[in-house]
C-alpha cells in the first residue's frame, strides 16, 4: 500500500510547498509551488489541493509559510521586534484557517501548529528557532496522516467480501485528497492488497468532477477497474448491479456521527438505505469535531454560482437564473452503517463509539 503509483499530493522543499495540481487532473500532471500565504490561500479555494485531510496539511505548512512571511514582513532574523512578528503571523494563520470553511482538519492542524509556535514565543524562545519548531510540527502532521490513512486501509478492507467486491464510492477521498493513501481509497487499496478483485463505480461528482477527474485517474493507476457513472444514474446502478457497499470519506463529524461530505453523499446514503446497501464513511480523528453535537452545526461552504452556470467558461445557465451551489451536504449517521477510523470500525450508536474512540 505504501507504494502507490502517484506523485505525492503535497511535498515541504525546504523552503516552499510543492502541490500537485488537480485542478488539471486528469489531462495534465503539473504543480504549483508556493512560498506565501496568499498564493496558498489561493490554491485552497480553487483546489488545487483539496480533499480534507489534504488541506489539512497544506494548513500546516501554511503556519509555517506564515512564520517565514511574518519574519520577512518584520525584518531580518533576529532583529524582528516579537510583537510585530506575531502580529503578523496571527494574521496570516487566520487567513490561512479561514480559506476554506467545512474540513475541519484545516482549523485542527491550524490550531495544533499555531499553539506551538504561541507555546514557545511565550517562553522567549527566538523566531528561527520557532520556525524550526513549525517545520517538524507540518512534518509529524502529514507522516500522522500518511499513518492514520494506512490503518484505515486496514480496519476498512475487513468490512468487505474477500476475493470479489463491487464498490460505489462518490468524490475523491483517495491518495490525492490525503498526504498519505486516502480514506475510502485507502481501504480499496488495502482490499487490492490482500488479493480482492474490485469493480468500482465512481460517481461523476457535479459540479467539479471530483470523481470522474480524480478518483477515475487514481484507481486506474493503482489497477482498479473503475467505471464513472453520472450522479443521476446511482439509483439504477445500484438496483442492477448490487454493490457489496458504498464507501466515501468525509470532512467534518460531529459528535453524534452526523457527516459532512461532498454534495450528493446525502442522497447516496438514502439510496444505498433503500437498496440494503451498507454505506461506509471512512475518516481520521482529525476530521471529527466534537465540538458539534451534531450536524446541524457544521458550516457548508457555498461556491461561485459559475461553477454550474459556466464551467470551462460555456454558458450553460441564463445570467437571469439563480444558482445554488452548496459544496457540502450532511448525512445524518442513522443513515451510517459504520465509521471507519485508523483506531477501528465505529458502530451505533455513535455518540458512546465516538467519544471512548476518537479522543478518549
Ligand atoms: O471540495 P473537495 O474536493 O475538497 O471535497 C472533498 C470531499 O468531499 C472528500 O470526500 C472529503 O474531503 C474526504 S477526503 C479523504
Not at 23 to 32: D, F, I, M, S
Request: charge should be neutral.
Amino acid at each position: 500500500m505504501s507504494t502507490l503509483p502517484f506523485p505525492p499530493t503535497l511535498e515541504w522543499l525546504g523552503d516552499r510547498l510543492r502541490l500537485l495540481d488537480q485542478t488539471r487532473l486528469p489531462a495534465e500532471e503539473t504543480y504549483l509551488e508556493t512560498r506565501d500565504v496568499a498564493s496558498l490561500c489561493d490554491a485552497i479555494k480553487r483546489l488545487v489541493v483539496r480533499g480534507a485531510p489534504a488541506i489539512g496539511c497544506a494548513g500546516a505548512y501554511g503556519v509555517l509559510i506564515a512564520a517565514r512571511e511574518a519574519r520577512a514582513n518584520a525584518g531580518a532574523c533576529g532583529t524582528a521586534k516579537p510583537v510585530n512578528w506575531r502580529e503578523r503571523f496571527e494574521d496570516l494563520c487566520a487567513q490561512v484557517e479561514t480559506s476554506r470553511p467545512t474540513a475541519v482538519n484545516l482549523g485542527w492542524a491550524v490550531e495544533r501548529c499555531r499553539a506551538r509556535a504561541r507555546a514557545l514565543l511565550e517562553a522567549g524562545r527566538p523566531i528561527d528557532a520557532i520556525e524550526a519548531a513549525l517545520e517538524a510540527e507540518a512534518r509529524a502532521i502529514h507522516e500522522e496522516d500518511k499513518a492514520m490513512c494506512e490503518a484505515i486501509g486496514r480496519h476498512g478492507a475487513g468490512l468487505l467480501p474477500r476475493g470479489q467486491a463491487t464498490l460505489m464510492t462518490h468524490c475523491n477521498a483517495g491518495a490525492l485528497a490525503t498526504g498519505g493513501s486516502g480514506t475510502a481509497l485507502a481501504v480499496m487499496y488495502a482490499a487490492l492488497a490482500q488479493g480482492t478483485k474490485l469493480a468500482v463505480f465512481a460517481d461523476e461528482t457535479r459540479p467539479l468532477l471530483q470523481g470522474a477527474r480524480l478518483t477515475a485517474w487514481e484507481l486506474a493507476r493503482a489497477g482498479i477497474d473503475v467505471t464513472v457513472i453520472c450522479d443521476n444514474m446511482a439509483a439504477s446502478v445500484m438496483r442492477a448491479r448490487k454493490p457489496d457497499a458504498v464507501i466515501v470519506g468525509a470532512d467534518r463529524i460531529a459528535a453524534n456521527g452526523d457527516t459532512a461530505n461532498k454534495i450528493g453523499t446525502y442522497g447516496l446514503a438514502i439510496l444505498a438505505k433503500h437498496h440494503g446497501v451498507p454505506f461506509y464513511v471512512a475518516a481520521p480523528s482529525s476530521t471529527f469535531d466534537l465540538s458539534l453535537a451534531d450536524g446541524s452545526g457544521i458550516p457548508i461552504e457555498e461556491r461561485a454560482r459559475t461553477e454550474i452556470s459556466q464551467p470551462q467558461g460555456k454558458l450553460n445557465v441564463p445570467e437571469n437564473a439563480g444558482v445554488y451551489n452548496p459544496a457540502f451536504d450532511v448525512t445524518p449517521a442513522e443513515l451510517i452503517a459504520a465509521i471507519v477510523t485508523e483506531k477501528g470500525v465505529l458502530r451505533a450508536p455513535y455518540r458512546e463509539a465516538i467519544a471512548q474512540t476518537v479522543r478518549p
